[in-house]
């Protein structure tokens, strides 16, 4: 099982969009193993409680489904000090180096991506994730296809086509 | 929609009690009350571009505007405006 980071902004993607009545993050959850700073808990179940989707989160979180690290080692810190990043992002990235067996850092943020890279983890976005599971045969080729249609209004132009292109190549290779 | 209290520098009161004098618009808390909007808007947008433009994350964002990172969500959700800043930038063509 594939054990990644996310970081909040992906999170609340897959917490908020439903693919056949079913919320995104569950399907992932269904071949992955996902990890989370506190406090990006914190920015997405506590401080987005009122929203469905904190809600959601939260649940995971309790039935221990998503996995809170606390941050135990500062290794990083100094490195991503200087970046604009927010705390979760930091926390995110610093997480990496912690948890063992981490395959990546899910993130859509441009610089949460460059400085994880910069650090030499591999950085995914929430759609690669998608691919990977697929490619894995977590998820089939026609749920993977709903979910990255689903998100699709978060992204930028490139990025969601960019994956069903990779999902054509995963279906071929089958 | 909560009141506050909040010192106005005397231009912006002698220019909100102008316009009403003249008649050119509403009351004076009326007027302050869209003036605190259109700066919001104004920071939203001045941020959001940096954001476009990767100098700035998403959480990093939220804290400088003083939102929480899930309220920042929204907030661009309900302009239309993709949370993810990898990839190319919409043009007007293709919205």
Known sequence: MLTVVFD??????????????????????????????P??????????????????AGERVAEGLIRVVPIASRKWA????????GKGEKDSIILCDQVEDVEALVTDDYLAFVVAIRLGLKAWMLPDLVVQMTERKSLTVAVAESILSSISSRYRVGVIEHSLERLKEVKENA | MP??????KEEILQAAERRKAAK????VTQFLAELINLG???????????????????????????LGVRDLYSVLEDRGLPTSNIGARPSPANG
């Open chain 2, 3 to 8: 009141k506050v209290v909040i010192p106005v």
């Open chain 2, 40 to 66: 919001f808007e104004h920071r939203l947008q001045e941020l959001y571009r940096q954001f476009e433009s990767g100098e700035i994350s998403l959480g990093y964002f939220a804290a400088e505007i003083g």
């Open chain 1, 8 to 37: 909040a902004g992906p999170l609340i993607t897959a917490c908020k969009i439903e693919v056949q009545g079913k919320p995104v993050v569950d399907y992932l959850l269904s071949g992955s193993c996902i990890v989370v700073a």
């Open chain 1, 39 to 56: 406090s990006v808990e914190q920015e997405v179940a506590v401080l987005g409680a009122r929203y469905p989707d904190g809600v959601v």
């Open chain 2, 24 to 27: 050119q618009g509403e009351d």
């Open chain 1, 78 to 85: 100094r490195h991503v000090a200087n970046y604009n990043l």
